[in-house]
T-cell receptor, first 112, second 115 residues
Framework: GESVGLHLPTLSVQEGDNSIINCAYSNSASDYFIWYKQESGKGPQFIIDIRSNMDKRQGQRVTVLLNKTVKHLSLQIAATQPGDSAVYFCAENPTEANNLFFGTGTRLTVIP | EPEVTQTPSHQVTQMGQEVILRCVPISNHLYFYWYRQILGQKVEFLVSFYNNEISEKSEIFDDQFSVERPDGSNFTLKIRSTKLEDSAMYFC?????????????FGEGSRLTVL
C-alpha cells in the first residue's frame, strides 16, 4: 500500500524564525500533494497543494517543495508565528485513486 | 465561507450499539469522504462517495460500516455494532472535484467514544 511518512514527529522553533517540515512518500504514481494543518480538536485545514509537474509553489508565508527524484516533500513557513503551532500533515493522491493518503504528522511548536 | 458541518461533536456509546454520524457537505460539492483519526495517530481514509455510490473504500471500511446520502444535503456514516477500537475522531470531507483536482474541505469532526 501507499506510505507517506514524516521525518520528524516534533519541531520547535522560535517565533520569527523559518520552519521546515519534511515528508517522504513512497508511491511514485502520486501526482498531487497537499499540506494540511490541524489545530487541537479541529479538522485538517488546507494550507497549500502542489502537482507533480511542479517543483515549487508559494503561498502566503508558505512554500512547498517537491523533489520527485527522492520522493520528498517539504513545507517551509516563513516568519513562524504562535498561531502556526499545530500538527502538520502531508497527504498524497495517487493517480486514479479516489482518496488522499495522509502522513503521520509533525507537531510544530512555536516558542514566543 | 462555506464549511462542512458535522454532528454530533461527541458521542459516547456502549460496545455493540449502532452509531450514526452526520455530515452536511458544502452545497455545490460532488465528492464526499469519511476519514478517521485515532488519538495521536494519522488521518486514515475510510470511504469516498460520488454520484450516490461508493467510489473507493479502505480495508477499515468493513461490513460494519455503511454510508448514505439520504437527501440532498446530508451524508451519514453508520457503524452497526461498535467495537472498542472504533473509538476515534471521524472527519467528513467534501470536494468540488475529485482528489487530485482540488482540495478536500474537512469538518471539525465527531469524536466517538465506545465503552
Amino acid at each position: 500500500g501507499e506510505s507517506v511518512g514524516l521525518h520528524l514527529p516534533t519541531l520547535s522553533v522560535q517565533e520569527g524564525d523559518n520552519s521546515i517540515i519534511n515528508c517522504a512518500y513512497s508511491n511514485s504514481a502520486s501526482d498531487y500533494f497537499i499540506w494540511y494543518k490541524q489545530e487541537s480538536g479541529k479538522g485538517p485545514q488546507f494550507i497549500i497543494d502542489i502537482r507533480s509537474n511542479m517543483d515549487k509553489r508559494q503561498g502566503q508565508r508558505v512554500t512547498v517543495l517537491l523533489n520527485k527524484t527522492v520522493k520528498h516533500l517539504s513545507l517551509q513557513i516563513a516568519a513562524t508565528q504562535p498561531g502556526d503551532s499545530a500538527v502538520y500533515f502531508c497527504a498524497e493522491n495517487p493517480t486514479e485513486a479516489n482518496n488522499l493518503f495522509f502522513g503521520t504528522g509533525t507537531r510544530l511548536t512555536v516558542i514566543p | 465561507e462555506p464549511e462542512v458541518t458535522q454532528t454530533p461533536s461527541h458521542q459516547v456509546t456502549q460496545m455493540g450499539q449502532e452509531v450514526i454520524l452526520r455530515c452536511v457537505p458544502i452545497s455545490n460539492h460532488l465528492y464526499f469522504y469519511w476519514y478517521r483519526q485515532i488519538l495521536g495517530q494519522k488521518v486514515e481514509f475510510l470511504v469516498s462517495f460520488y454520484n450516490n455510490e461508493i467510489s473507493e473504500k479502505s480495508e477499515i471500511f468493513d461490513d460494519q460500516f455503511s454510508v448514505e446520502r439520504p437527501d440532498g444535503s446530508n451524508f451519514t456514516l453508520k457503524i452497526r455494532s461498535t467495537k472498542l477500537e472504533d473509538s476515534a475522531m471521524y472527519f467528513c470531507a467534501s470536494s468540488e472535484a475529485g482528489p487530485g483536482r482540488g482540495e478536500l474541505f474537512f469538518g471539525e469532526g465527531s469524536r466517538l467514544t465506545v465503552l
